[in-house]
């Protein structure tokens, strides 16, 4: 295998569409004509892991967290970011991020997280826009069948629980061919009037090049007649976060301890108000991961428009918070597994970050009245 097959075949499970667009996807350094001589899994891709992959002879790198996230200026190992780097470059050992396109996955991440916390009436808290796309196009009546079935096979009218979605409109086709051309009913230079049916499907917007050749190869017209458009629909299983109901009210405590036992993890980071509280807990926010021993994990900022939290404003909700939030809560997740949900910057409407903490505090307050705050 080289390493192209290795990313289409990461395309087909977590599409790069489902990335955030602030994120680093993908390929981040190495040659995909390489062959692939082994993979090396991890959250982080630190000095360690490198070295590991340099001794277990993998020369890839397949990455939760992107090693780089913006641009490097300089590469010259003042930082160790630049000398893993300098490290992969120099044992040519190619280094792949996933990051949000597991976050975003319909089964990734925090949908995992939701089924071992027992969460019900789950959704995606910030659905994916502009993520559609609609198929139109016109078949001969006793070919319908056919150009649905392939059209499905390759991933069309597959919308959250649903699957061979299409709806259908019986009409009337009428053209004629030129001189040269091939028509698969009547002859050349004939007007020909055909039994037709409209054919109207939904699909994911990355799967745009295999929906058109799957048209095409199935379809019996020389010329196909089709028409796509761009949907601006959300895609309610795609996007960042996720928002669950407990089957049963517990209070705070209670819920830590279950949080703990069900992820199976020592340390559960969470920071609240001095003197304020929640008695219970009815609805829980999960964006978060469960970090490997020895590999601690900050949760990203994440953008939540202030308008989500007045529906929820009667609702009492609870942020978890891992990662880096102190000096001693990274020496203590270095040591154990740790759970990190972090929704630690809101979302103004005008797209702008609050400026301050309090401006955010603000922000929730206004909506919930009685929060843990996740302390990104």
Known sequence: MIIQELLETLEQWAP??????FD???????NHRSVCTGVIISLDCTEAVVEEAITENCNVILSFHPIIFSGLKKITGATYVERVVQKVIQNDIAIIALHTRLDNHPQGVNHVLCERLGLVNTKVLIPKKDNLKKLVTYVPKNHTETVLKALHLAGAGNLDNYSECSFLLEGTGNFKGNEISTPHFGKRLEKVSVEEVQVNVVFESHLLHQIQ???HVSHPYETVAYEMYHLINSYSEIGMGRIGFLEKEMN????????????NTEVVLISARKNE????????????????KASPLCGIDHKIDPDYFTKLKNVKVVFLSGGYSTKEACKRLSKNSGVSASFSRALSEGLKYPQSDKEFNDVIDSNIRKIVLASG
């Open 16 to 21: 790069k569409a489902y990335a955030e667009d």
């Open 24 to 30: 680093n996807v993908g390929l981040l350094v190495g």
């Open 213 to 215: 050749k799957a048209l």
């Open 252 to 263: 705070l405590n209670a819920f830590l301890s279950f949080v703990k036992k069900q992820l």
């Open 277 to 292: 509280g929640i008695n219970d807990v009815k609805a829980a926010i999960i964006r978060c991961h469960v970090a490997a």
